[in-house]
């Protein structure tokens, strides 16, 4: 089983921005796809951004684009999600998560099967 921590949360205002990292360790030669979701209160958990590891193909939600942006560092096992001109409606929960098999250029969140902790994201108006 993949292990994932992701670090990088944290309260901002409106505008502002944040990274957030997620370090894979245990298996990761086996990880086709990373991903980062979010999970607000009440709502379902969503993809915001994958990306494939080999080819680096991305994936965003219609949400985010133009103002997130996943990228890796296949050296260091880990990959980073720029978050900028957050808004308070992407405050959530957010999980990085590992797929050993991913349809590229989706967030299907039933294909990854390996999740870190979350680390929360607040953006206050």
């Known amino acids: 089983q993949v292990q994932l921590v992701e670090s990088g949360g944290g309260s901002v205002q409106a505008g502002g921005s944040l990274r957030l990292s997620c370090v894979a360790s245990e298996y990761t030669y086996s990880i086709k796809c990373m991903g980062w979701f979010r999970q607000a209160p009440g709502k379902e958990r969503e993809g915001v951004a994958t990306i494939y590891t080999s080819g680096g193909s991305t994936y965003y939600a219609d949400s985010v684009k133009g103002r997130f942006a996943i990228s890796q560092d296949n050296a260091a096992d880990t990959v980073y999600l720029q978050m900028n001109s957050l808004k308070p409606e992407d405050t959530a929960m957010y999980y990085c998560?590992?797929?050993?098999?991913?349809?590229?250029?989706?967030?299907?969140?039933?294909?990854?099967?390996?999740w870190g902790q979350g680390t929360q994201v607040t953006v206050s108006s």
């Open positions: 998560a590992a797929a050993i098999w991913c349809t590229v250029g989706t967030g299907r969140v039933y294909e990854y099967a390996d």
